[in-house]
């Protein structure tokens, strides 16, 4: 006779570790210098990442180069929701994320063409800069790495008794990597103050989401871990913002993890050498005629009578020649020293 299976009633904890699912609908309410704040910041990303993809054309950057263009709202509003302290990592697509955090744009324009004054001494490129100062720990090239590191930073907040939040991105095209789930596992078994931010472009490098996932609803990736998870209009930074503190504050409560799918959209390729032949070119013109995250916080200021054309017209104007000063300090910067090839491979601890 089989023997009688033991059950064990549930306790409060584990009545409450049922994964939440929600979209994020409403708005946060931004006063007018907020959105002429979130404008310029996502303004100069659009910029800088035009002129990259300019510079890149000339030969004068090499390697990889993957732009952020179309999903300026997602990093901008995140930004917004956390505090000094915090930390961000993050994949290739990271030069949105840099800008965002405070990183100089000289910096990181002399880092992409390989110069001496980049934040990784013109040794990393597009993918692999860093900011200490700035709590940004990367750009990843390999897909789905930042996720653990993402999440070894949150234990070490735990361990230390901060109150600091880490907020990890990655993309559509990582979710279905074996150490992402992993480090799910520990995140909620240990309660890790960690945001785990998916980018849904739709495209991952080339292939749509539904021919690649057999859950295509990405903020509930974490349901079989009980991580709550929420959809977020990711061309909206009111959107990501709103959704941002929420999750934020639950981390910072000693409620974490938390997963929040950013519904985006990049109107380039994959990388400079896609040519994004798997999308219509009808599909990326309709997203940017009725979603662009710039377009909306523009409109809006003019609606509200908070700016007009003229004004917005010469923030536009000063972020191009913010750009431009970038990109001619690039150009003009020392490639690094040949004996740099044998620094910074080594840290010995005393």
Not at 66 to 75: K, M
Not at 98 to 103: D, F, Q
Not at 284 to 308: C, W, Y
Request: one cysteine or more; charged letters at 25%.
């Amino acid at each position: 006779m089989a023997a009688a299976r033991q059950t064990t009633p549930k306790s409060k904890t584990a009545a409450k570790r049922k994964p939440a699912k929600s979209t994020s609908t409403t708005k946060f309410n931004f006063s007018p210098e907020q959105d002429l704040e979130a404008y310029r910041e996502m303004l100069l990303i659009r910029r800088f990442e035009e002129k990259a993809g300019q510079m890149y054309g000339m030969g004068l950057i090499g390697g990889f180069c993957h732009l952020y263009i179309g999903q300026e709202a997602v990093v901008v509003g995140m930004q917004a929701a956390i505090g000094e302290g915090d930390q961000l990592i993050t994949s290739y697509r990271d030069h949105g994320h840099m800008l965002a955090a405070g990183m100089d744009a000289k910096g990181v324009m002399a880092e992409l063409t390989g110069r001496r004054n980049g934040y990784s001494k013109g040794k990393g490129g597009s993918m692999h800069m860093f900011s200490r100062e700035k709590n940004f720990f990367g750009g990843h090239g390999i897909v789905g790495a930042q996720v653990p590191l993402g999440t070894g930073l949150a234990f070490s907040n735990k361990y230390r008794g901060n109150d600091r939040v880490c907020l990890t991105y990655f993309g559509d095209g990582a979710v279905n990597q074996g150490q992402v789930y992993e480090s799910f596992n520990m995140a909620r078994l240990w309660h890790l103050p960690v945001v785990y931010v998916i980018e849904n472009n739709k495209y991952a490098m080339g292939t749509s989401i539904e021919r690649s996932s057999a859950q295509v609803d990405l903020s509930q990736r974490g349901a079989s871990f009980m991580i709550p998870g929420e959809k977020v209009d990711g061309m909206d930074v009111r959107a990501v913002k709103e959704a941002g503190d929420r999750a934020v504050a639950l981390c910072r409560a000693g409620e974490g993890p938390y997963i929040l799918e950013m519904l985006t959209y990049r109107y380039r390729g994959h990388s400079m050498s896609d040519p994004a032949k798997y999308r219509s070119k009808e599909e990326v013109q309709k997203m940017r005629a009725e979603h662009d995250p710039i377009e909306q916080v523009r409109q809006r200021l003019m609606d509200q009578g908070a700016s007009d054309e003229a004004s917005l017209k010469e923030i536009d104007k000063d972020v191009r020649a913010l750009v431009a000063e970038a990109a001619e300090f690039a150009q003009q910067d020392p490639e690094p020293d040949a004996s740099e090839l044998y620094t910074d491979i080594l840290v010995e601890s005393a």
